[in-house]
């Protein structure tokens, strides 16, 4: 799947917020993509030219149909959070979440996201958003299961924490 997270990335930096952590020597060792509320990846034609298009080219008409883009537009929508592997558990993810529930806290809004990594659910739940239930789909790449967070900021005070 490089061409669909390539294709989000692209239409995140556009229209999104992207958040990134270095170590001392400058390597990126994780990242955040989101969407504000109100937005939605790949909802103009500049986004869906940064990507979307030649993603979408390769895919059967069953999957075309299956990848249609849903409404996120009540929560900051949480599109990717990658942390290198020598750097999870130790803040780096909890860190990079701190700028945008300020955001949302100081608006009144929430965070959410979703999964396909049943090992993730520890990690959202982790980090205090709430588990609001599964479901598994049926797509042209077989059964997934989808996992759905929302954080409530008022549950879940902002604390003073820094990338390091």
Not at 6 to 25: D, H, K, Q, W
Not at 64 to 71: A, I
């Amino acid at each position: 799947m490089p061409l669909q997270a390539l294709a989000l990335l692209r239409a995140g930096v556009l229209s999104g917020e992207y958040y990134e952590a270095t170590n001392e020597e400058g390597e990126l060792v994780g990242y955040t993509m989101w969407m504000p509320p109100g937005q939605e990846m790949f909802s103009t034609e500049e986004q869906k030219q940064l990507g979307l298009y030649e993603f979408m080219a390769k895919l059967s008409d069953e999957a075309k149909e299956y990848y249609r883009t849903k409404g996120k537009l009540d929560s900051w929508w949480l599109h990717m959070a990658m942390i290198r592997r020598d750097y999870q558990r130790q803040g780096v993810l909890r860190a990079l979440l701190s700028p945008v529930r300020e955001k949302a806290a100081a608006a009144g809004q929430y965070l959410a996201t979703c999964t396909t990594n049943d090992d993730n659910i520890h990690v959202y739940t982790g980090l205090g958003f709430d588990f609001k239930g599964s479901t598994v789909i049926s797509s042209p790449w077989g059964d997934w299961p989808i996992h759905v967070f929302k954080m409530d900021w008022k549950a879940t005070p902002v604390t003073e924490e820094k990338i390091e």
